[in-house]
């Protein structure tokens, strides 16, 4: 499988942006899909999770601006960004569990001028 993210781009500030990630090859039977991403010189962090069963996680950083959702039937999960700021800068990708196996997808770049 891979995933395939999509979305990104420059964003002023206050403004949104919808992040797809589309899995490729077969469909998945993933436990667990989300998003992470990557600021310049800081480690890579979890923003939002969605499991199977619906349990939802958020970076506190992005609660409330943030949502993660999922298209069961298209097979892929999206992050919808509103009241973006300078601090969400980064390259955020996606990322499935299925059973022991973790995949990545290649990230795709959000900017958000200060």
């Known amino acids: 499988v891979q995933l395939q993210a999509s979305g990104g781009g420059l964003v002023q500030a206050g403004g949104s942006v919808r992040l797809t990630c589309a899995p490729s090859?077969?469909?998945?039977?993933?436990?667990?899909m989300g998003w992470y991403r990557q600021a310049p010189g800081k480690q890579r962090e979890l923003v939002a999770s969605?499991?199977?069963?619906?349990?939802?996680t958020y970076a506190d950083s992005v609660k409330g601006r943030f949502t993660i959702s999922r298209d069961v039937r298209k097979d892929t999960w999206y992050l919808q960004m509103n009241s973006l700021r300078s601090e969400d800068t980064a390259i955020y990708y996606c990322?499935?569990?299925?059973?022991?196996?973790?995949?990545w997808g290649q990230g795709t770049l959000v900017t958000v001028p200060a």
């Open positions: 969605l499991t199977a069963g619906r349990e939802l």
């Open positions: 090859g077969r469909r998945g039977s993933f436990k667990i």
């Open positions: 990322y499935a569990a299925e059973g022991t196996i973790n995949y």
